[in-house]
């Protein structure tokens, strides 16, 4: 019962701001689980164990922008990668460069570090 690590983490599912409690639970048997405290909605539950489990966070940056009027373009991955990778697609993404103009949703980086995941513009430009 005692000596169990206990990880915080605030719930970003809607303004009122949960603080969950993940703690690594014995089963018998059948190895380790989960239990999500805190939480007010399933929401909350589901977001302390993925947090828990496996982080991600989508990535908003820009990339170099040619021949418009502006020389950035505003991106995000299209999906949540994983938070450890964060760092890396960023440095992928200081590689690209798009030229003008460009649609909103457009890919400018396919399949970023093999995740599966593209980043697109967020908007025309
Ligand atoms: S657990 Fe539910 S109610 Fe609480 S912050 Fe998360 S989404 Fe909101």
Not at 7 to 13: A, E, F, N, T, V
Not at 62 to 75: E, K, M, N, S, Y
Request: glycine share 12%.
């Amino acid at each position: 019962m005692n000596g169990h690590h206990v990880d915080s983490y605030l719930c970003i599912g809607c303004p009122l701001g949960c603080r969950l409690e993940v703690e690594e639970v014995h089963t018998d048997g059948v190895g380790d689980d989960i239990e999500v405290r805190g939480f007010t909605c399933k929401k909350g539950k589901e977001y302390g164990r993925q947090e828990h489990t496996d982080p991600r966070r989508v990535v908003t940056t820009t990339v170099a922008l040619g021949g418009g009027a502006w020389d950035r373009l505003p991106v995000k991955t299209s999906a949540a990668v994983p938070k450890d990778l964060v760092r890396d697609v960023c440095r992928e993404l200081r590689r690209v460069r798009v030229d003008a103009p460009v649609a909103m949703g457009t890919v400018v980086l396919k399949d970023v570090l093999g995740t599966g995941i593209d980043v697109v513009a967020t908007r025309d430009l």
